[in-house]
C-alpha cells in the first residue's frame, strides 16, 4: 500500500518563527515530490517541488529530501500570518501517474 | 497564461441523479488528471487522461467515468449520485514531459 503520511497538526508558530513541515512516504520507487499549500475554502497550489536528495531553496521556502529515509521536508523562514494554511505533502512513483497525497497539516502563524 | 478552469463552481444535487464536471487544462497541457477531497478521506486520485485516453484510474466504482476531448478539455461524469460523493472535485493538469501538477478552483458537489 502506497502511502504518504504527514503529521495532521494543527502547528502553530509565532509569526517571524521557522515552521517546519515534515512528510515520510512508504514507495521506494517514489521519484517526485510536491508540495502543495491549500487555503480554507480554496484549492491546492503548488509552491515547491524536489526531485533528488539535499535542499532545495525558493524565497522563504526550503524543500528538504531524504531518499534513503524516505522522507521530505518543507521549512518556512520567517513565518506570517499569510502563510497560515495547510501544506499538502504529494508524491509521485516513477511507475504511476497519479500524485498520492498526505493528509495535509495545517499550519496556523500567530500574529 | 490562464490556469486550469473548472465549471462549474458548485453544484446541488438530489440522490440518484447524475452530474457533469468540466476542465480546461493550461493552454498545452495534454494531460488531465481527476481527484475527489473530503475532510475523511483528503485526496484521492479518480483517473488521468492523456490525448483522449484514460492512463490510469483510482479505486472508485464505476459509477464515476471520464472522458477527454481532442482539445486536451476533460469532463467527469458521476451517475446514481450518494450523499457520500459529497466532495470537491480537483482537476489537474500536466504538460509534456513535466510532473508539476497544477490544480484548477474545483467544483464543490453537494448531494442531497
Known amino acids: 500500500q502506497k502511502e504518504v503520511e504527514q503529521n495532521s497538526g494543527p502547528l502553530s508558530v509565532p509569526e517571524g518563527a521557522i515552521a517546519s513541515l515534515n512528510c515520510t512516504y512508504s514507495?521506494?520507487?517514489?521519484?517526485?515530490f510536491f508540495w502543495y499549500r491549500q487555503y480554507s475554502g480554496k484549492s491546492p497550489e503548488l509552491i515547491m517541488s524536489i526531485y533528488s536528495n539535499g535542499d532545495k531553496e525558493d524565497g522563504r521556502f526550503t524543500a528538504q529530501l531524504n531518499k534513503a529515509s524516505q522522507y521530505v521536508s518543507l521549512l518556512i523562514r520567517d513565518s506570517q500570518p499569510s502563510d497560515s494554511a495547510t501544506y499538502l505533502c504529494a508524491v509521485r512513483s516513477g511507475s504511476a501517474r497519479q500524485l498520492t497525497f498526505g493528509s495535509g497539516t495545517q499550519l496556523t502563524v500567530l500574529p | 497564461k490562464a490556469g486550469v478552469t473548472q465549471t462549474p463552481r458548485y453544484l446541488i444535487k438530489t440522490r440518484g441523479q447524475q452530474v457533469t464536471l468540466s476542465c480546461s487544462p493550461i493552454?498545452?497541457?495534454?494531460?488531465v488528471s481527476w481527484y475527489q477531497q473530503t475532510p475523511g478521506q483528503g485526496l484521492q486520485f479518480l483517473f488521468e487522461?492523456?490525448?483522449?485516453?484514460?492512463?490510469n484510474k483510482g479505486n472508485f466504482p464505476g459509477r464515476f467515468s471520464g472522458r477527454q476531448f481532442s482539445n486536451s478539455r476533460s469532463e467527469m461524469n458521476v451517475s446514481t449520485l450518494e450523499l457520500g460523493d459529497s466532495a470537491l472535485y480537483l482537476c489537474?493538469?500536466?504538460?509534456?514531459?513535466?510532473?508539476?501538477?497544477?490544480f484548477g478552483q474545483g467544483t464543490r458537489l453537494t448531494v442531497v
Open positions: 493552454s498545452g497541457h495534454r494531460s
Open positions: 489537474a493538469s500536466t504538460g509534456q514531459g513535466g510532473t508539476e501538477a497544477f
Open positions: 514507495d521506494r520507487g517514489s521519484q517526485s
Open positions: 487522461y492523456f490525448s483522449e485516453t484514460q492512463r
